[in-house]
């Protein structure tokens, strides 16, 4: 079965700074990988998704990720942090069926 | 406002009662899904359907569980005999057929006491 890790419950980053969340997964085909963050009080948004195509895939709010097959690796990042990007994100992978499976959330804070 | 809406947004029950959440999706959308979002833990497929007809249902928790989407528009969730193991947000998101981005609801969160 597909599942995805997110390794670090929290990130901290200044404002102006480049900032990366990190996501590795298992699937046992093809996979499609997503980005959803989700802000206090508010339901999840999606970012981007990785399905096809090239490893760098850009998304919303500034924000890419880079598709690695061979670490299995589908990091977030964003060149220049701002306040406003301080939510709970989650990397998410499907194998060709519905069912989504989510990691357990990382909680980036970006410091003025 | 991703235009999926539910309802309530908070649920507080005692322990053994039923309980019935409601989602409502964007109107071209024809596939909902359920999730259990408990705290510190990312979202927990439970079902879903496409139209009317649920498609994937071995993942509901127990079979105390269950859901419906009678006319392919909104659907509910209900959870009878709730027990405390319960209490957690429970999400849905709407898709149209074959995208891939999911549109979540802000969810119901549900307190058993």
């Known amino acids: 079965a597909q599942s995805v890790a997110q390794p670090e419950d929290q990130v901290n980053v200044a404002e102006g700074n480049p900032l990366t969340v990190k996501c590795t997964y298992s699937v046992s085909g093809n996979p499609y990988l997503f980005w959803y963050v989700q802000y206090p009080n508010r339901g999840l948004q999606f970012l981007l998704k990785?399905?096809?195509?090239?490893?760098l895939v850009k998304g919303s709010y500034g924000f890419e990720a880079e598709f690695n097959k061979s670490q299995t690796s589908f990091h977030l990042k964003k060149p220049s942090a701002l306040v406003s990007d301080s939510a709970l994100y989650f990397c998410?992978?499907?194998?060709?069926?519905?069912?989504?499976?989510f990691g357990a959330g990382t909680r980036l804070t970006v410091k003025p | 406002d991703t235009g999926v809406s539910q309802d309530p947004r908070h649920k507080i029950t005692k322990r053994g009662q039923n309980v019935t959440f409601r989602c409502d999706p964007i109107?071209?959308?024809?596939?909902l899904y359920w999730y259990r979002q408990t705290l510190g833990q990312g979202p927990e497929f439970l079902t879903y359907f496409q139209n009317e007809a649920q498609l994937e249902k071995s993942r509901l928790l127990s079979d105390r569980f269950s859901a419906e989407r009678p006319k392919g528009s909104f659907s509910t969730l209900e959870i009878q005999r709730t027990e405390q193991g319960d209490s957690a947000m429970y999400l849905c998101a709407t898709t149209r057929l074959f995208d891939d981005e999911q549109f979540f609801g802000p969810g119901t969160r549900l307190t058993v006491l």
């Open positions: 990785y399905i096809t195509g090239d490893n």
């Open positions: 109107s071209e959308h024809n596939r």
């Open positions: 998410a992978v499907r194998d060709g069926d519905n069912d989504m499976r």
